[in-house]
């Protein structure tokens, strides 16, 4: 595999990386990385403890491989009994990297078709349904915590459809992975699932989730769907002795990559744009939560952009820095020309080839390492998610004011038009309609700025395609970086950095009433109401701590309200 960053351009950048690296400084980076020193992030005394339980990742491959032949004889015994599909019910880091597996990897004939189920939108949760029959559908519920909200109500909703289909032999449709101790194990044990993949101290329970990806959170269900776990593994360790101390950082592809992340954000390039080759499109989706979550802090942060249509060269202001990744083997000789004229025009690219798709697990590991060390050199914590519990407060209140009165709690909209209801701080003086809303918005946009679209809308075919074209249309229209959020997904992976990262950022949220709706077993709310909760929640959070953001409420007709919006982009 190609370790290091095949190339760094223009010269005068990789000039500035490499005069940096061959800084004593940059060699020590690495060494006190490796023996675990969490003064690297912080002098906190509390939070240097909390950091100790959380370095298991650089070890993580001498604690996994032990572990290959069980996981491999339960698959195996699993795939015996004639289940076809599995569904992974799971939020954030530790459920995103199968979901890159999955995609990166394929799934192997006669092996288990696995999906991700990832949201409370009751219409994502009714395709799923549909597309995995359940008779022959296994369930994987994981969470490390064991307490992730959307994880239990998906985990009890799915429980209590198969106990109507199999009684009390549910459980043996369904896996659990969590960390030892959780509500989650217990509850396993409980429902008498086939199988519990617990996590103690000696095989990644100190882990965080975002850095779980080759532990059990990732390695159960991609060899569920048939993927050579041990190669995963192998390609990782292999990445691992590229980073060591004993190699010089000069030639250590990791710490190589955490200086360009933050050479170029010192110059103001903090927009990490990643650029993926269609068979490694998924990793772009991982890789933006690893970074978000980790570095969107204390009013800092590496904002990482994922799924943008690239734009001319020349339309770019100097705020970017481009990651290319392709598969060498499949090129895509198209995107390679079109990173090489952004670097002709002067602007950083690092590009990252693979020599096969296995480097999957080898490209975790340089991102895990990079990301710490990025962090520490801008005197972040990486291991800790200090503004994620702000929006989860914010939706417990509002469910219980649900379960008390039996609706959510319903601010009066700043004005509606065209079935569309605007909400937010008074957009302008005299502002009388959807259009003023959109446009005053966008106007607080300033260079440097970017600009996230958060997206509760149903989850149907029509509508993602609708929103996938509004950003289209901001791209166009706009100099700022645009990122794009589904929400709850984005809660655990972008929400961090939206609250607690640098206020250089302009919010569109887009809600509407859901087609449908479905139960949370045991619960005084609905599906629907849970994820309105939880877009009302990061709403307020966000409002609270100042962020320029406006929701557009679409109501009951979200697909006209899309169409109408796109018409307004278009006259601004």
Request: glycine share 8%.
């Given at each position: 595999?190609?370790?290091?960053?095949?190339?760094?351009?223009?010269?005068?950048?990789?000039?500035?990386?490499?005069?940096?690296l061959?800084?004593?400084?940059a060699?020590?980076?690495?060494?006190?990385?490796?023996?675990?020193?969490?003064s690297?992030?912080?002098?906190?005394?509390?939070?240097?403890?909390?950091?100790?339980q959380?370095?298991?990742?650089?070890?993580?491959?001498h604690?996994?491989?032990?572990?290959?032949e069980?996981?491999?004889?339960?698959?195996?015994a699993?795939?015996?009994?004639?289940?076809?599909?599995?569904l992974?019910l799971g939020?954030?880091?530790?459920?995103l990297?199968?979901?890159v597996?999955?995609?990166?990897?394929?799934?192997?004939?006669?092996?288990?078709?696995?999906?991700l189920?990832?949201?409370?939108?009751?219409?994502?949760?009714a395709?799923?349904?549909?597309r995995?029959?359940?008779?022959?559908?296994?369930?994987?519920?994981?969470?490390?915590?064991?307490t992730?909200?959307?994880?239990s109500?998906?985990?009890d909703?799915?429980y209590?459809?198969?106990?109507?289909?199999?009684g009390?032999?549910?459980?043996?449709?369904?896996?659990?992975?969590?960390?030892?101790?959780?509500?989650?194990?217990?509850?396993?044990?409980?429902?008498e699932?086939?199988?519990?993949?617990?996590?103690?101290?000696?095989?990644?329970?100190?882990?965080?989730?975002?850095f779980?990806?080759?532990?059990?959170?990732?390695?159960v269900?991609?060899?569920?769907?048939?993927?050579?776990?041990?190669?995963?593994?192998?390609?990782?360790?292999?990445?691992?002795a590229?980073?060591?101390?004993?190699?010089?950082?000069?030639?250590?592809?990791a710490?190589?990559?955490?200086?360009?992340?933050?050479?170029?954000?010192?110059q103001?390039?903090?927009?990490v744009?990643?650029?993926?080759a269609?068979?490694?499109a998924?990793?772009?989706?991982?890789?933006?939560q690893?970074?978000?979550?980790?570095?969107?802090?204390?009013?800092?942060?590496?904002?990482p952009?994922?799924?943008?249509?690239?734009?001319?060269?020349?339309?770019?202001?100097?705020?970017?820095?481009?990651?290319?990744?392709?598969l060498?083997?499949?090129?895509?000789?198209?995107?390679?020309?079109?990173?090489?004229?952004?670097?002709?025009?002067?602007h950083?690219v690092?590009?990252?080839?693979?020599?096969d798709?296995?480097d999957?697990?080898?490209?975790?590991?340089?991102w895990?390492?990079?990301?710490?060390?990025?962090?520490?050199r801008?005197?972040i914590?990486?291991?800790?998610?200090?503004n994620?519990?702000?929006?989860?407060?914010?939706?417990?209140?509002?469910l219980?004011?649900y379960?008390?009165?039996?609706?959510?709690?319903a601010?009066?909209?700043?004005?509606?038009?065209?079935g569309?209801?605007?909400?937010?701080?008074?957009?302008?003086?005299?502002?009388?309609?959807?259009?003023?809303?959109l446009?005053a918005?966008?106007?607080?946009?300033?260079?440097?700025?970017?600009?996230?679209?958060?997206?509760?809308?149903p989850?149907t075919?029509?509508?993602?395609a609708?929103v996938e074209?509004?950003?289209?249309?901001?791209?166009r229209?706009?100099?700022?970086?645009?990122?794009?959020?589904?929400?709850?997904?984005?809660?655990?992976s972008?929400?961090?950095?939206?609250?607690?990262?640098?206020?250089?950022?302009?919010?569109?949220?887009?809600?509407?009433?859901?087609?449908?709706?479905?139960?949370?077993p045991?619960?005084?709310?609905?599906?629907?109401?849970?994820?309105a909760?939880?877009?009302?929640?990061?709403?307020?959070a966000?409002?609270?701590?100042?962020?320029?953001?406006?929701?557009?409420?679409?109501?009951?007709?979200?697909?006209?309200?899309?169409?109408?919006?796109?018409?307004?982009l278009?006259?601004?």
């Amino acid at each position: 595999m190609s370790m290091a960053a095949q190339s760094l351009i223009p010269d005068s950048f990789a000039s500035r990386v490499r005069l940096v690296l061959e800084d004593p400084s940059a060699q020590q980076l690495i060494e006190r990385l490796w023996h675990k020193d969490p003064s690297l992030w912080t002098n906190d005394p509390t939070a240097q403890a909390h950091i100790r339980q959380r370095l298991g990742w650089l070890s993580i491959v001498h604690a996994m491989e032990p572990q290959i032949e069980q996981i491999l004889t339960e698959v195996q015994a699993i795939r015996q009994e004639g289940l076809t599909h599995a569904l992974l019910l799971g939020m954030g880091g530790s459920s995103l990297f199968p979901e890159v597996c999955r995609f990166t990897l394929k799934v192997a004939a006669q092996w288990l078709d696995l999906a991700l189920l990832d949201t409370t939108d009751p219409v994502a949760i009714a395709a799923a349904q549909q597309r995995a029959p359940l008779d022959r559908t296994l369930i994987i519920v994981s969470s490390k915590s064991g307490t992730t909200t959307e994880t239990s109500a998906l985990g009890d909703y799915f429980y209590d459809q198969l106990r109507r289909l199999r009684g009390d032999r549910a459980g043996r449709q369904c896996l659990a992975i969590t960390d030892v101790g959780t509500p989650l194990e217990t509850q396993a044990k409980q429902r008498e699932f086939r199988r519990i993949f617990v996590h103690g101290p000696t095989t990644g329970q100190d882990v965080g989730g975002r850095f779980s990806g080759l532990t059990y959170f990732g390695l159960v269900p991609a060899a569920l769907i048939g993927v050579q776990i041990a190669r995963v593994l192998a390609s990782a360790k292999a990445m691992l002795a590229a980073c060591q101390p004993s190699v010089s950082v000069v030639d250590n592809p990791a710490v190589q990559l955490a200086i360009c992340l933050t050479e170029a954000a010192a110059q103001g390039r903090d927009k990490v744009t990643l650029l993926c080759a269609q068979p490694l499109a998924r990793f772009s989706a991982w890789a933006e939560q690893l970074l978000a979550e980790s570095t969107g802090k204390d009013g800092k942060g590496l904002i990482p952009i994922d799924g943008e249509p690239l734009r001319d060269p020349a339309a770019y202001p100097p705020d970017r820095l481009f990651v290319e990744l392709q598969l060498a083997s499949e090129l895509d000789r198209n995107l390679a020309r079109k990173v090489e004229a952004l670097a002709a025009v002067g602007h950083p690219v690092v590009r990252l080839y693979w020599q096969d798709r296995y480097d999957l697990g080898a490209e975790a590991i340089r991102w895990f390492v990079a990301t710490a060390l990025a962090a520490s050199r801008m005197q972040i914590n990486a291991f800790d998610e200090p503004n994620v519990q702000e929006s989860k407060d914010r939706t417990k209140a509002l469910l219980e004011h649900y379960a008390r009165e039996g609706r959510l709690p319903a601010d009066a909209p700043l004005m509606t038009e065209g079935g569309i209801s605007v909400y937010g701080e008074r957009p302008m003086r005299g502002g009388q309609s959807a259009k003023d809303a959109l446009r005053a918005l966008l106007q607080q946009a300033n260079a440097g700025d970017y600009l996230a679209v958060l997206s509760f809308l149903p989850r149907t075919s029509a509508l993602d395609a609708a929103v996938e074209i509004l950003r289209n249309e901001l791209v166009r229209r706009r100099d700022n970086a645009i990122m794009l959020g589904y929400g709850p997904r984005y809660l655990h992976s972008t929400g961090q950095l939206h609250k607690g990262g640098p206020d250089r950022v302009v919010f569109l949220m887009l809600t509407a009433e859901d087609p449908m709706d479905l139960p949370v077993p045991g619960k005084p709310y609905s599906f629907s109401v849970l994820k309105a909760a939880q877009a009302l929640g990061d709403f307020q959070a966000l409002k609270e701590r100042g962020r320029r953001i406006v929701r557009l409420h679409l109501g009951r007709a979200p697909e006209q309200g899309m169409q109408r919006l796109l018409e307004i982009l278009k006259i601004l």
